[in-house]
């Protein structure tokens, strides 16, 4: 089957690759990384690609993803919009965009500086943690939306995160795995250790 996360992005240059993010996640597998490894263990990765007829390298989906924060050049559909009804003080929309784990942390200060201090706010960021680890990143044409009114949040994510309508039986679609290994290996936050039963969290 075709796994998404590492088909190369045409026309991507590795020069949106954030270095720092990729010595860390090799660090974090107590892999030594240095200026004259560094290319050849992305590229085993799947971090990026070498076209072997171009002998030139682009970079993988999952790796603008996971390690780009300006990916918003070659996929811009990787944003999260936050429409906020309750806060004047705060703009009405809201776009963030760049590296998974930036988006998530910038997204709970969003939320922090627009929700009442007594609101169970784990609850939230357990929703939106979800929505990025298992949206469809194929479907170019949605990004996550977030609409924070007065009675209720709605997140809407790109694609199907449960396999039926019965959300007790924790029968999740498994997509990006790729990805969901590399936000491990990198999140400090420790957010996506205990993934799988989301929805019985926010519950």
């Known amino acids: 089957t075709l796994n998404a996360e590492l088909c190369p992005i045409i026309k991507s240059n590795i020069e949106a690759i954030d270095t ?7 660090s974090a597998h107590s892999i030594e990384v240095n200026d004259s490894n560094r290319i050849m263990l992305m590229e085993n990765a799947s971090i990026i690609h070498l076209d072997r007829e171009s002998g030139k390298h682009s970079v993988t989906l999952g790796g603008l993803l996971v390690f780009s924060r300006s990916n918003n050049v070659y996929i811009p559909h990787n944003m999260i919009r936050i ?17 998974l784990l930036t988006i998530l942390d910038r997204t709970e200060e969003i939320f922090n500086s627009i929700l009442p201090k007594n609101y169970p706010t784990s609850a939230v960021h357990e929703a939106v943690k979800n ?73």
């Open 83 to 99: 429409v906020n009804r309750v806060k004047k003080e705060i703009d009405e929309i809201i776009v963030i965009q760049g590296d």
């Open 131 to 203: 929505a990025v680890l298992y949206r469809d990143y194929t479907m170019f044409y949605k990004e996550i939306e977030i609409i924070i009114d007065f009675h209720s949040i709605s997140i809407i994510s790109p694609g199907v995160l449960v396999k039926n309508k019965d959300i007790g039986a924790h029968n999740y679609l498994r997509r990006n795995m790729w990805i969901y290994e590399k936000l491990i290996a990198l999140d400090n936050k420790k957010r996506f250790v205990k993934s799988g039963r989301g929805f019985s969290r926010m519950k």
């Open 20 to 26: 720092d993010i990729v010595d860390r996640y090799f």
